[in-house]
């Protein structure tokens, strides 16, 4: 399958349900039908219920494949992949295995989603990456059996220089929050009278 070369990507959000049709979903998001697929023609499908989820039909559907892509037509910048999967086939650990790179670079290694999540359990795995060519490509490679994707959730990265600092708990469950010091001193105020220095600890 070739991508269309009319397609664009239209604002900063493209979600597609892989494998199936449109669709909206609990949020009120819509998800495209399955579209910028190369590389593999095999989807399938499952009726039943998806544990993890609200929206069982975006892990109902599938494309698989030994090895294939999404190549996504978007605006160069930052972006935050969310990769949605669930191992709607298989009944045991080791039965699929994959990797998956975004923009070239190994993403998810040895992906078991069976070992994760068990059978019909919604997995999600977030990636960013930066796009510099319009096009966002994300590989997937069978290790055993077939490579899977139930759907893609594509959208920007807020950027910037002013973020806040990234919060995250260590391997004891404790965070540790950063500080820093902002010190105001001088000579003298309007009265003459000497300036007090504030320091805020934060």
Known sequence: VTVPATAAAAGSVIRINAGGGAYVDGLGRTWQADTFFTGSTLTSSTSAGISGTTD?????SERYG???????????GT?????????????????????????????????DLWSVA???????????TTVADGVLSIAFTAVVDYAKISAIDVHRSGGGTNQPPAVSAGPDKTITLPTST????????DDGLPRRTLSLAC
């Open 56 to 60: 069982d039909v975006l892990y109902q």
């Open 118 to 128: 068990g059978a019909n359990a919604a997995v999600v795995r977030t990636v960013a």
């Open 182 to 189: 902002v010190t105001l001193t001088g000579t003298a105020n």
């Open 66 to 76: 030994q090895s294939f892509a999404y190549q996504i037509p978007v605006t160069n």
């Open 79 to 111: 972006y935050q992949v969310d990769l949605h999967f669930a191992e709607i086939y298989w009944t045991g650990a080791g039965k699929r295995v994959f990797d998956v790179t975004v923009e070239g670079v190994l993403a998810l290694n040895d992906l």
